[in-house]
């Protein structure tokens, strides 16, 4: 189940760096959330320059420092410290790996209700009933 999705600028960092950043990203993503690596899904999203904007300027004409976005997903129910590790050790990789200021990295985690995430074309509350069911426990 658990997505992650970083956007950044097209430029900003060489693809060696993304991939290195995806790689660690997803091993971190499941250790946080103990989770089998194979179930992570990891995606760089590239924005050319004009497309984004930071405090109303954009990248047009001017050399802002990257700021980069990400999002997690994961299934309705995870505890509120385990969703704070993710975002703080997200927010780490971002600054390790990309060298991005740490003040300028937004992230958000988005829980999604177990009936309304599909695997393999099943709703995860049937396909995984059994761990869901351990996790609450």
Known sequence: MPVLEVHLVEGDHGPAA????????????????ESPLERIRAYATLHPREHWA???ATGL???????PY???IVLEGRP?????RLLADL?????????????RVRGRIIQVP?????IGG????????????ARGR
Request: hydrophobic share 45%; no cysteine.
């Open 18 to 33: 993304i991939a290195r950043l995806l790689e660690a990203a997803s091993r971190r993503y499941a250790e946080v959330l």
């Open 54 to 56: 930071v405090g109303g």
């Open 61 to 67: 004409g001017n050399d802002l420092a990257p700021a």
């Open 70 to 72: 990400f999002t997690a």
């Open 80 to 84: 509120v410290e385990q969703r704070h």
């Open 91 to 103: 927010t780490d990789l971002l600054v390790d790996v990309l060298g991005a200021t740490r003040s």
């Open 114 to 118: 177990h009936d309304d995430w599909g």
């Open 122 to 133: 099943v709703p995860a509350s049937g396909a995984r009933r059994d761990e869901i069911a």
